[in-house]
Nanobody, 119 residues
Framework: VQLQASGGGLVQAGGSLRLSCAASGTMVSINDMGWYRQAPGKQREFVATITSGGTTTYADSVKGRFTVSRDNAKNTVYLQMNKLKPEDTAVYYC??????????????WGQGTLVTVSS
């Protein structure tokens, strides 16, 4: 199973970006999908998650600005980021809680996509 993230880039403060992350490979189902981020010199932190049924959870720092969604038919999770701030600058990592053929559940991570917000 592989997760491929895309959509990062350079944007001015107040702008918007949309990240995508597509899962591919052999899998039975994907439970939670979501996003973490890691800013330079800081630990990786939770951003948002969405269950297979569509229930979402957000970090306080992004509530009201970011929206996580998914397309189960495409095994893809999205992160719409609005009203971006310089402190949102980070490498964004997607993940998926994947159930395989043996019913084992494994967390897979994407390779990360860089978001840079200029002031």
């Amino acid at each position: 199973v592989q997760l491929q993230a895309s959509g990062g880039g350079l944007v001015q403060a107040g702008g918007s970006l949309r990240l995508s992350c597509a899962a591919s490979g052999t899998m039975v189902s994907i439970n939670d999908m979501g996003w973490y981020r890691q800013a330079p010199g800081k630990q990786r932190e939770f951003v948002a998650t969405i269950t297979s049924g569509g229930t979402t959870t957000y970090a306080d720092s992004v509530k009201g600005r970011f929206t996580v969604s998914r397309d189960n038919a495409k095994n893809t999770v999205y992160l719409q980021m609005n009203k971006l701030k310089p402190e949102d600058t980070a490498v964004y990592y997607c993940y998926g809680d994947v159930r395989g053929g043996s019913s084992a559940r494994i967390i897979y991570w994407g390779q990360g996509t860089l978001v840079t917000v200029s002031s």
